[in-house]
């Protein structure tokens, strides 16, 4: 009965993963990384149906889903919480490393002094991926102004908790019919979790997925002024390390309304951005200024607020194209 009952759960969950992937890709110029999730449900897909192939070089090549599954999720979590992309050239080199990795354990599979080498391994490699995931989704959660994408950051690690100690128990030491349970859970789960997301962007309406610009319409201009007047006024983006609570607190507004006003009316996801935004503005018109000339690069991320050169160079490069240096000599030509 209960193995009847998991082949159907395993089945529908397979249906509803393809039809999540015609969904995405039907739309996939309004969806939010749609690339990495994916990438992420083929790899789930592939999960679920491994068991039911019996070709080798078939399924040889479904081991694939298995083995990037939890890459994949931090893929996921790193596109949805992290508004900086990662280059594509290291991210390809992430993701073969990866593949060969797992494929490179999994030749070495057949040699039984290696068996339990090969398992730690390959558990620790995907224990890594899954606590970057966490690590995504609770990392940027002080400076994130999206509110939906806020509650999201905390049901995304609520739901890895519960994916991975279901796997745990279904594969881990356990005997077929002691797995039984576990696995139907498992699959149970999956279907839950993506039914939800279904759901939730059958036609893109979900603001977390969607790419396209919200309406900024301006209810509040008497915050909107307050908060530009103590940023260009008073150059508090200069201060290091700026939170929304001490920017409310100068203003004298409640944290709630100022982080809300500054993602729906003014148009950003990550207050990290809105801060930047005002850095980089200075920081283009000190290099190109003549009479600036004289301040170094380093100097100029230091005086605009930005307290290592790295994530100057970074912001700026996102911000213009370039950097800062090339943004000189284009402008100053030396």
Known sequence: MTEAIYSYINYLAAYSLILSVILIIKDREKVRGAFAITG???????????????????????????????????????????????????????????????????????????????????????????????????????????????????????????????????????????????RLVQRSTILLFNTLFIAMNVSIKSRLFDTRKKGTDIQHPQIIEKIQSVMLDQQLYRKEKLTIGQLAEVIGEQEYRVRRVINQEMGYRNFIDFINAYRIKEATGLLKDPAQSDLTVLEIAYKTGFNSIGPFNRAFKLATGLTPTDYRKKHLGN
Do not use: H
């Open 40 to 182: 992420f449900i083929g790899c789930v897909l592939f999960y679920l149906i491994i068991d039911l192939v019996n070709d080798p070089i078939l399924k040889g090549i479904l081991l694939l889903g298995p083995f990037l599954l939890p890459f994949s999720f931090w893929l996921v979590a790193r596109t949805l919480f992290n508004d900086d992309p990662i280059p594509f050239n290291r991210l390809l080199i992430y993701l073969v490393s990866t593949t060969l990795l797992y494929y490179g354990l999994y030749l070495l599979v057949g040699f039984t002094q290696w068996d339990k080498m090969t398992a730690i391994v390959g558990r620790t490699i995907s224990l890594f991926f899954i606590v970057l995931a966490i690590i995504e989704a609770q990392s940027g959660k002080r400076t994130d102004l999206d509110e939906d994408r806020i509650r999201l950051r905390k049901y995304f690690t609520y739901f890895i908790g519960l994916v991975v100690l279901i796997t745990i128990l279904s594969e881990l030491g356990l005997s077929r019919d002691e797995q039984e349970w576990p």
